[in-house]
Nanobody, 126 residues
Framework: VQLVESGGGLVQAGGSLRLSCAASGFTFDDYAIGWFRQAPGKEREGVSCISSVDGTTYYADSVKGRFTISSDNAKNTVYLQMNNLKPEDTAVYYC????????????????????WGKGTLVTVSS
């Protein structure tokens, strides 16, 4: 699976950005895909993921109500709409996929992800 992120950049606190992840090469119909982030000196964490099985979504507590994940199956692209950005959202954002993925699997589990993009930097200034 190939994952290519885009949409990162510099934004002021309170602003918005939309990240895109173009995916190709899935070998299973059932998969999970989403976003992780890694800030300097911190571990990579799951931000938001979505399951192709039933559309179930996961959001980290820190982004609930501000970020929205969506997918366009026709374009094989997943998006992360980020609103009301905060300086603590500053990080490299990675697109990741897990396949196969089944309904009893844990969504957005770091060690379960099987493919990673190279990341896109999001910087939120105060």
């Amino acid at each position: 699976v190939q994952l290519v992120e885009s949409g990162g950049g510099l934004v002021q606190a309170g602003g918005s950005l939309r990240l895109s992840c173009a995916a190709s090469g899935f070998t299973f119909d059932d998969y999970a895909i989403g976003w992780f982030r890694q800030a300097p000196g911190k571990e990579r964490e799951g931000v938001s993921c979505i399951s192709s099985v039933d559309g179930t979504t996961y959001y980290a507590d820190s982004v609930k109500g501000r970020f929205t994940i969506s997918s366009d199956n026709a374009k094989n692209t997943v998006y992360l709409q980020m609103n009301n950005l905060k300086p603590e959202d500053t990080a490299v954002y990675y697109c990741a996929a897990q396949q196969p993925f089944y309904s009893d699997y844990t969504l957005c589990y770091y060690y379960g992800m099987t493919s990673w993009g190279k990341g896109t930097l999001v910087t939120v200034s105060s």
